[in-house]
């Protein structure tokens, strides 16, 4: 069975860091690109980052670029977001995402909060 577990978001102020971890089971994360997205109160899901099967290859938004930094761990089938300079408007349910065979898999978010 297909999952993806997110963890490693709580509550920060203003500039600290935070790495998410996106934990997969059920298959072999290494064959996919995987994509971080985030939900803000009120507002719709927007993708973040993301990161080819092998690494080599990563996107940022515009927001995030230069403060996030993408990265995976193939042989721990896990992916990782590090955040860094965070601000108030990063606070969000973060989400990673994975397509395999053209069906879109999610884990179910972890919180990420921001206090000014």
């Known amino acids: 069975q297909v999952q993806l577990v997110e963890s490693g978001g709580g509550l920060v102020q203003s500039g600290e860091s935070l790495r998410l971890s996106c934990a997969a089971s059920g298959f072999t994360l290494a064959y996919y690109g995987v994509g971080w997205f985030r939900q803000a109160p009120g507002k719709e899901r927007e993708g973040v980052s993301c990161i080819s099967s092998r690494g080599d290859n990563t996107y940022y938004s515009d927001s995030v670029k230069g403060r996030f930094t993408v990265s995976r761990d193939n042989a721990k089938n896990t992916a990782y977001l590090q955040m860094n300079g965070l601000k108030v408007e990063d606070t969000a349910v973060y989400y990673c995402?994975?397509?395999?065979?053209?069906?879109?898999?999610w884990g179910r978010g972890t919180q990420v909060t921001v206090s000014s």
């Open positions: 995402r994975v397509n395999i065979w053209g069906s879109f898999y």
